[in-house]
């Protein structure tokens, strides 16, 4: 006859003298064993994730670069639509469509030549096709107040302006009349004496023999050997002698256009602007493209390896989760092991709400509160991808971390460190707190810290009723309702 505690179909009856967990004990070697097999097994599985993840590294930076590039690219739009309305004083409603499809406009300057081989039929803003000749001198080359001093320049007869004078001689007698009267005008110079004084030089620069005289004859500007060493600006007059040599070997007359224009400005150019091309304005649109950028050569490595380890601990967070839980059920008497079944999953459930909550909802508002300031200072953002990584890495983590407050809450209750009363009584300080460590857990902005603390504050009244759903037994026999007492 066996002898010890009675039984009934239900199991042993519990006697209230009676050890009941004498046998699930640990000692302290068997926890440190215990504890060594969970961490080679949650390294194993972290391992594999993260070699699954090194695998489709290139996509998974794809995915982790989504956020910012989408980001920039609405600055970029949204700057580029303030641009259009400070022009026109209103956004075209047919820009809308291409603002949509990600293009924006961008104003380019192109030469006149070019612009009327590639649309010879289109009437350009300085009506290029006016004339056969894309070549013109125009009234910025010759300001109004300036024409009368070039007149009479021409007109001198000294030799200190031997080059104007040779321009003077190429003209017809009727224009020479004409740059006369001109050179004595006193009361100023009208349109019309402007437009006469420009049809006069744009007619001379189809001269073929200007080239020729010997005050304007490019090969007189060409730098010795060591004024070459002075710098760059000593050699601007190399162009125009290279012309002059195209010019002997092959006729053409937009060539000489050009050569004779840049003669004549010579010979002005202590009174004149500089020479610039007279260069048509014109608005294209093009993609909006976001390029990361990398300032260390062992830098894109270091993200491809990171992101590789981070989408490891993604995939591999539930076999981690479970191999923390299965370490805490080691230390917990048999009849508190079944409640792991239950917080594993709210503990997993919780961790990946707040990863997708930060990657989904938090990144787009803080990137653009942050890229506000860029638009206000003028300053263009081209984030480092090694500092956005390290801002997309951690921002998730300590959302997933943060979101196990409810879990916490329960643990400490039930270990009977905080009761449930004193959760409720000072909810205001727990508020409180909750926003002062969403302050320092976030980046230095106030978007994400409301994103964090919002929902850790929901959660904070969802622990409290977790509690009260889950109360703390006072005395093991509770659980069992067979247990009896003396």
Known sequence: MTTGAPRTSAGP????????????????????EELRKVLVRALIGLGIGSAVGLYF????????????????????????RQEVEQDLGWVPEEFEAWFESGYIPQKIWVEPEEFALKFPSADGPNQITSSNA???LSANEFPKEKIVQVCERMVSTGNQHRAAQAIFGRFSESDQEIVKKLSQRTSGISDADEEQFFAILNRVLDDTELRRAEALNPASSKVSWWETLLGEEDRRGLGAVA?????????????????????????????LPPLRSNLVPLTTWREVKVSAQSLAITEPFMIWVKAGIVAGLFLSSPWVFFQIWSFVAAGLYPHEQRYVHL????????????????????FDPVLQFLFTFNAKTGIEPQPRVSEWLGFVLFLPL???????????????????????STYVVNWRIAVMVIFVLAMFLTPADPISMLMLAVPLTFLYFGGVLL??????????????PLATSN
């Open 134 to 136: 894309t070549v013109q």
């Open 467 to 480: 509690c009260y759903w889950k109360p703390r037994a006072k005395s093991p026999f509770e659980d069992d």
């Open 343 to 362: 917080y594993l999953p709210i503990s997993l459930g919780l961790f990946l709400s707040g990863i997708l909550l930060a990657y989904f909802f938090v």
């Open 57 to 80: 590294g290139n996509q998974i930076i794809g995915i982790l670069l989504t956020p910012l590039n989408r980001s920039i690219e609405k600055f970029n739009q949204n700057r580029a």
């Open 13 to 32: 009856i519990r006697r209230s003298g009676e050890d009941l967990f004498e046998h699930s004990r640990m000692s302290f070697g068997e926890h440190l």
């Open 243 to 271: 012309m002059s040599q195209a010019l002997d070997k092959a006729a053409d007359s937009e060539l000489n256009r050009k050569l004779n224009r840049v003669l004549i400005h010579r010979a002005f150019k202590d009174i």
């Open 398 to 420: 300590g959302f997933g971390i943060a979101f196990q407050l409810p879990l916490l809450m329960l643990f400490l209750n039930r270990i009977g460190v905080i009761e449930v």
